[in-house]
């Protein structure tokens, strides 16, 4: 089981969110359905995180819930039994990737560069995370893959903002993107939901307004 272009690409944005309290888990996922986004990646940088997705999972059927921050077997594990939709992890081993498959966990690893790309794409895969993705070079490194792998999509994050990132979006070889921005640890913490809900909203308007 591997995630494909067609399961990125309705998702367009995805919220990248650290929660430290299980009770915001529920309220932030509705607020940013309220605002019309359909997916998250909840990351495991907490305690609390694979309750929150639990609960996000129960409460929120119509909502994709993916886990972020994987970094080993040992986490497939546990977000496998979680029952999330997909996980997503920092880097790419070839032991993570096979223990996805093992377990039918949708992974999307992390890559920065072309050499592991082609490990991937040795192991089946065609969709990759470009992490940190500002930082390895951004949108002029991912028109660069392009050139020689234009079989492969990505979901650039790390250092996206609400301002730059459609131009990512209008990449050909770019599916979605993954962003905190549009849940603020102030706002969570304020249990500021409608913060929460309005950025959703204007983010997915820009989306809109691209086509």
Do not use: H
Not at 133 to 149: C, D, E, H, Q
């Amino acid at each position: 089981m591997t995630i494909t272009k067609e399961f990125l690409a309705p998702l367009g944005v995805m919220p990248v969110i650290v929660l430290d309290a299980v009770e915001d888990a529920v309220p932030v996922a509705q607020a940013l359905q309220k605002g019309g986004i359909t997916s998250v990646e909840i990351t495991l940088r907490t305690p609390v995180a694979i309750d929150c997705i639990k609960a996000v999972k129960a409460a929120c059927p119509d909502l994709i819930v993916g886990c972020g921050t994987v970094i080993g077997e040992k986490y497939l594990e546990r977000v496998a039994e979680a029952g999330v939709d997909f996980a997503v992890s920092p880097g790419m081993t070839e032991a993570l990737v096979k223990k996805a498959q093992a377990l039918n966990v949708k992974l999307l690893p992390g890559v920065s560069t072309c050499s592991e790309v082609l490990q991937g794409m040795e192991l089946g895969l065609t969709c990759f995370k470009l992490f940190p993705a500002t930082a390895v070079g951004g949108i002029p490194l991912l028109k660069s893959i392009n050139g020689p792998l234009p079989q492969v999509t990505f979901c650039p994050t790390g250092g996206l903002t609400m301002d730059g990132f459609t131009d990512f979006l209008a990449l050909p070889n770019v599916a979605c993107v993954g962003g905190s921005w549009l849940v603020p640890k102030a706002a969570v913490q304020a249990k500021d939901w409608q913060k929460i809900t309005d950025i959703a909203a204007q983010t997915v308007a820009k989306i809109k307004a691209m086509s």
